[in-house]
């Protein structure tokens, strides 16, 4: 386990797993995950079920989705040309 909180909290919809101490190019897999009494996991324990990436701003996402480059981005590919 990589010192993420591996027991969850069960709602009637979602099991809650606090990722808050992994970091960049860590994950959560299944195996990791301790729940409740009344949970049972049928996913393999190999599946990840969280994978913490670098972070994006979210206006930078916002362009991405609508097909554009953020302004970094953009003068990142001017200079290089």
Not at 8 to 19: L, N, T
Not at 55 to 68: H, N, P, S, T, V
Request: charged content about 30%; proline content about 4%; some cysteine.
């Amino acid at each position: 386990m990589k010192s993420a909180s591996r027991v969850c909290r069960h709602h009637s919809d979602f099991i809650e797993v606090d990722i808050s101490n992994l970091h960049t190019g860590q994950a959560l897999h299944v195996s990791d995950i301790i729940p409740t009494a009344n949970v049972t996991i049928m996913t393999p324990g190999e599946e990840a079920v969280a994978v913490v990436a670098k972070g994006i701003k979210a206006e930078d996402l916002e362009l991405k989705l609508e097909g554009e480059e953020p302004a970094e981005e953009a003068a990142e590919g001017a200079s290089e040309e």
